[in-house]
């Protein structure tokens, strides 16, 4: 078992109205196009921020794109991402990574991370993460017996399909532009073959939930992880990694006591089926690019400038 208090989290409401914290929006938050509180177009804007980081849009046009006024807009994004489009914008660039990379010394970054972590506000975001590695039994029976009750979630940070058995999480995924999430239900069919799969948001409205700015830390989120015993060390080091922090390959491979296997590392972090809840995308390349990731660069610099951000505050 796998037990961590994991920076990863701050989520957001599934497909649900947002609590209106600040007294009533304007009208025009009956549109259709707000049906879901207004978190696809908040998740469009982030993702447009991350991907035209080096000439980021205005919050005019980010408004006009919206079909929102300015002001409305503004008000929107802040409340489903915690913080302004400027202030984002400003940590979606290629240097904050690397100011982040400068934050530790050599390859133990990971190392400063965590001091950071432990003793600075990113324990405000914590949320207590239990991973359970399945038995040897589950790994050869390959989900006989089991149900899987999946979902898809909407967040500001992207439309996430989830799916839970019946002792945790095993499967997180960001499904992109489309919200299709075909693919990966083909995908976790494969992981499971004998499983059975029932739509069923329930199982997994708290883990979707912790993409909520509005959030503290919580938990604790159990997770069910089908992994070999060298990636499931992987996972439990990204599980250290503190909200708004990085780590590299190589500095995960020192933390485990194998500096020799910065690849072998590369390849577990790339095996995890489970985002931002074992935080796979604080893992980035010495350099500070950011690549390498199954749910695509965009989404990528998305997590980290929202955590960057979130943490630094307005």
Known sequence: ???????????????????????????????????????????????????????????EDLAAEAGLTHWHFQRL???????SPKRFAQFATLG?????????????LLGASLDLGLSGPSRLHDLFV???????????????????????HRTA?????????????????FTGEGDDPAEQLAELARDWPHATLVKDPAPTLAAAASLDPAAQGRGPVT?????????MRVWRALL??????????????????????????????????????????????????LDNYRWGPVQKRTLLAWEGARLAGE
């Open 1 to 59: 078992m796998l037990t961590a208090t994991c920076p990863a989290f701050t989520p957001l409401r599934p497909l649900t109205a947002m609590d209106d914290q600040t007294g009533p929006l304007p009208d025009d938050t009956r549109d259709p196009v707000l049906a879901d509180g207004g978190a696809r177009l908040v998740a469009r804007a982030l993702h447009r921020l991350a991907r035209d980081w080096q000439e980021p849009p205005s919050l």
């Open 77 to 83: 994004f802040k409340r489903w991402a915690g913080i």
């Open 96 to 108: 904050h990574a690397r100011a982040l990379l400068r934050g530790g010394a050599g390859n133990d």
């Open 130 to 152: 239990v991973a359970e590695g399945v038995t040897p039994g589950e790994y050869k029976g390959a989900g006989q017996g089991l149900t899987i009750r999946w979902a898809l």
């Open 157 to 173: 940070l992207g439309t996430a399909l989830l799916a839970a058995t019946d002792r945790g999480v095993c499967w997180f995924g």
């Open 223 to 231: 997770l069910h992880l089908k992994g070999t015993n060298f990636q």
């Open 240 to 289: 250290d990694i503190p909200f708004g922090g990085v780590a590299t390959y190589a500095g995960i491979a020192d933390r485990i006591g194998q500096p020799r296997a910065a690849r072998a590392v590369g390849n577990a972090v790339g095996a995890n089926k489970v985002a931002w809840l074992i935080p796979c995308h604080r893992v980035i390349r010495g350099t500070g690019v």
